[in-house]
């Protein structure tokens, strides 16, 4: 059975997409670069000195690379970025500075349409990487928020959809509330959706399930499934549901009988970042499984952020999982 990285590199290649990598001077950066070329995954653009980077010892050269302090794109990107951020105070100057910044100017070329998605946070902290596309492309058509998620593949494992969830948010929203949750809840399903194609069977999750516990955290879980059920009133969503309520069919009948989503959930939403982040790296660790993203929804267009201990092949993973968000988005845009 071919793994979910397999898959999503096949739907990559099915229509090509062109990713940016801002971080051109980070060796695990050109690393990726060679791998997704060789294995025709995307079509990239490199930040970086031209001269450094071709002596790296990486064949790059069916990348485009540009050094963005001297590039033919710069008066097109200023121009464009002044007309986006003039109303908060923004100087043409200002604009020509900013776009000193490799990730500025990445999503700028995002903006401009020279690349479909971009993929950075190598060497950036989250909070830079994703600054620039929440000032410059801002939040997608009727998200409420910009939230992440891990894809989960836990080997010779049946549960899920084949050993394979989604678990959200583990990486952005610290304490988000009710409203804040069934968004989060809402985004990972379609996001589910887009990259498995099956159809999602969303848990929230709590220490309770189904009013086991009374207290102020369970009551948030509850108000946020009900909001979720009250904006998608024919998919599956339940909470609040204990993990092994959850995931097992034997524990989610006892517990939760008549539940659409108890026994077979495969999108998992933690009811804040403390839980989300420790519950994806012990299965990570512990369970042996892979781990993609954090991956990003809720963006106007596809950025998405590394961790700084990434290796290589998570780069090449993300840049897949990238380049289908960015085809699913070029046909939203389309219909």
Not at 249 to 264: F, M, Q
Request: aromatic share 4%.
């Amino acid at each position: 059975m071919n793994s979910f990285l397999d898959r999503t590199i096949e739907r990559a290649r099915s229509k090509r997409q062109t990713i940016i990598l801002p971080e051109g001077n980070d060796p695990r950066t050109l690393e990726a670069a060679e791998k997704i070329i060789a294995q025709d995954i995307a079509d990239l653009i490199i930040l970086g000195n031209p001269e450094t980077i071709q002596q790296s010892g990486h064949d790059l050269s069916k990348a485009q690379i540009v050094d963005q302090a001297d590039s033919p794109y710069n008066e097109e990107l200023a121009e464009q970025l002044y007309e986006i951020r003039k109303a908060k105070g923004l100087t043409k100057e200002q604009a020509h500075e900013l776009l000193k910044d490799p990730l500025y100017f990445g999503v700028m070329m995002v903006k401009a349409g020279h690349a479909n998605g971009m993929v950075a946070g190598a060497c950036h902290a989250t909070s830079d990487v994703l600054r620039p596309a929440l000032q410059i492309l801002k939040t997608a058509p009727g998200a409420a928020l910009v939230s992440s998620f891990f894809v989960m593949e836990v080997p010779d494992c049946d549960l899920g959809h084949q050993g394979t969830f989604i678990f959200a948010d583990c990486g952005l929203n610290v304490q988000p509330d009710a409203p804040q949750l069934a968004a989060i809840a809402l985004s990972s399903a379609a996001s589910w959706q887009s990259l498995m194609d099956v159809d999602p069977c969303v848990a929230l999750l709590s220490h309770s399930t189904h009013g086991s516990a009374k207290n102020e955290d369970a009551d948030k879980v509850r108000e946020a499934t009900e909001i979720a059920k009250a904006q998608a009133p024919t998919m599956a969503i339940d909470g609040e549901l204990q993990f092994d309520a959850a995931i097992i069919e034997s524990v989610g009948s006892s517990k939760a009988p008549g539940s659409p989503v108890a026994g077979r959930a495969n999108v998992l939403i933690f009811p804040d970042l403390d839980a989300g982040n420790i519950g994806y790296k012990l299965v990570q660790r512990l369970a042996k499984a892979e781990a993609y993203g954090p991956i990003t929804q809720g963006i106007a267009a596809p950025v998405n952020d590394l961790s700084r201990g990434c290796s290589a092949d998570d780069i090449v993973g993300v840049v897949a999982i990238t380049c289908v968000q960015a085809q699913q988005h070029e046909a939203a845009t389309q219909a």
